[in-house]
């Protein structure tokens, strides 16, 4: 079973960058998907980028060419680099893993952070 905790999230300003990280406790993390996603106020929460075990990557086409998503087996941590923010990143940030045992995997999440860009 993994834990997960996210940190990095805080108030930005419009064109500024954060980092996001999320740690992962337990075994999984380098036989997991990992992926950021994130839901804004009254709207549907949307994948923003995931990272697969061969760090195939790819991204919702909102944040292609801003955010870069990462990761590093060796301290079981995915990382969100959020480059040129804009006030649609506002947003309640989750990390996500999931873990394949079997034909379906098995998804954890973490609490979110929030992250919040001032225009």
């Known amino acids: 079973q993994l834990q997960l905790l996210e940190s990095g999230g805080g108030l930005v300003q419009a064109g500024g960058s954060l980092r996001l990280s999320c740690g992962a406790s337990?075994?999984?993390?380098?036989?997991?998907?990992m992926g950021w996603y994130r839901q804004a106020p009254g709207k549907q929460q949307e994948l923003v980028a995931r990272i697969t075990r061969v760090n195939t990557t790819d991204y919702a086409d909102s944040v292609k060419g801003r955010f870069t998503i990462s990761k590093d087996n060796a301290k079981n941590t995915v990382y969100l680099q959020m480059n040129s923010l804009n006030a649609e990143d506002t947003a309640v940030y989750y990390c996500?893993?999931?873990?394949?045992?079997?034909?379906?995997?098995?998804?954890?999440w973490g609490q979110g952070t929030r992250v919040t860009v001032s225009s």
């Open positions: 337990g075994p999984g993390f380098s036989r997991s998907v």
């Open positions: 996500n893993a999931q873990e394949y045992l079997g034909p379906s995997p098995i998804d954890y």
